[in-house]
């Protein structure tokens, strides 16, 4: 989080790739595994692993109200700002997407369904999109900019209930949905009705954050590194659960009116002992980890981009490698060894040439 605000927050970085490495290895796990239940709550964090998905938005909710602080937004400056931010690579990938679709469909795909991909709802070609399915989430982040400055302007006037009650209805619209139609997984999953839950979770924790006084750069670190595991174990446990239950694949379940809350929740806890906890080691081991894990946060949105693209050219001549004979682990560390880092190498040239000379024409919006 690199602002002129506030101090940089490196570990939101961190997160980032965390929030990446899951979305990259659940697509790979199931290119090969498919859907599938696991005893083993490791497993299960893969294969639920576009619960990244909702990390994602939890730390978009938390780094937008940090910056905010305590000033007004210039709602143009703001939405300017996202627009330097996400269309760069959005444009190179819809062009890049729609070129395949005409070659592969013997169709002209023109300016029309560019347009689509471009503006902040769900393309109606997006199902021809076998690289770039995941770009969904995209369009749901953009709605949530478009009334991010409102919602933290609401919150200002009435206090954190006014969030409280958003996540209230947003619960009972998607109870009534379930209720008329007899399931809510689509309206859960990929909507703003669901997601929206993660974001307003994260203002939450951000208003927390600020209430603390933890933006200011004489903030302490004050947990001990501990308390990771109760948060590790807290995320895991649930995602197992969910997976045990209800599962990403599972459409009728009435637990869909209720997990994007949870799984907001269960990902805020864990964000928020991740900022407070205070590493062992040498100071100069820790730095270099935090740059480390910092410039592969940095890359996360090209990654998101470009991860199934990479996994399509990587599974046409590869394929999972066996190094334990036991194959779901053989998955699991193919993704991890083999994939994420040719993954990664594309992320840092599309960061290199496309995000981080936009990046740099951003302007303040508070005032």
């Given at each position: 989080?690199?602002?002129?605000q506030?101090?940089y ?24 595994q ?15 692993g576009?619960?990244g ?10 780094i ?36 395949i679709s ?9 300016f ?28 749901v982040?953009l ?15 009435y ?26 997984r ?6 703003l ?10 203002m939450?924790?951000g208003r ?5 006084g ?5 903030a ?64 100069a ?24 693209l ?15 004979g036991?194959?779901?682990?053989d998955?699991?560390l ?25 990046l ?8």
């Amino acid at each position: 989080m690199h602002t002129q605000q506030h101090p940089y927050l490196s570990r939101l970085d961190h997160l980032r790739f965390l929030a990446a490495s899951l979305v990259v290895l659940f697509h790979f796990f199931h290119h090969t595994q498919g859907d599938l239940r696991s005893a083993n709550p490791l497993v299960s964090l893969i294969d639920e692993g576009h619960t990244g998905i909702a990390l994602f938005m939890v730390i978009s909710g938390f780094i937008f109200t940090v910056i905010a602080g305590h000033k007004d937004i210039d709602y143009g400056g703001f939405i300017r700002n996202r627009i330097i931010r996400i269309y760069p690579l959005l444009i190179v990938a819809a062009c890049l997407q729609l070129f395949i679709s005409t070659y592969n469909d013997h169709r002209n795909y023109g300016f029309f369904q560019l347009l689509g991909w471009l503006m902040p709802f769900r393309s109606e070609t997006i199902g021809l999109s076998p690289y770039f399915q995941q770009m969904w989430t995209i369009w749901v982040e953009l709605q949530f900019y478009l009334i991010f400055p409102f919602l933290i302007l609401f919150a200002r006037r009435y206090g954190s209930r006014y969030l409280l009650g958003v996540l209230g209805l947003l619960f009972v619209l998607r109870a009534l949905v379930f209720a008329a139609s007899g399931e809510v997984r689509y309206i859960a999953y990929e909507t703003l009705f669901g997601r929206l839950d993660q974001f307003v979770v994260g203002m939450l924790l951000g208003r927390l954050w600020l209430a603390q006084g933890k933006d200011t750069p004489t903030a302490k670190l004050r947990l001990h590194w501990l308390w990771l595991l109760p948060a590790s174990a807290l995320v895991l446990g649930g995602l197992h659960l969910f997976s045990l239950q209800v599962g990403f694949a599972e459409l009728k379940s009435p637990l869909w009116t209720v997990w994007p809350l949870v799984e907001g929740a269960l990902w805020g806890s864990f964000v928020w002992v991740y900022l407070l906890v205070r590493w062992p080691g040498p100071e100069a081991v820790k730095a270099r980890v935090d740059r480390a894990l910092a410039a592969m946060g940095a890359i996360s949105f090209s990654t998101y981009v470009f991860h199934n693209l990479v996994l399509a050219a990587y599974n046409k001549h590869a394929g999972v490698v066996p190094f334990t004979g036991l194959e779901r682990l053989d998955t699991i560390l193919t993704g991890v060894v083999c994939v994420l880092p040719l993954v990664m190498l594309m992320a840092t040239i599309t960061y290199q040439l496309i995000e981080k000379p936009f990046l740099s024409l951003r302007r303040s919006y508070l005032r």
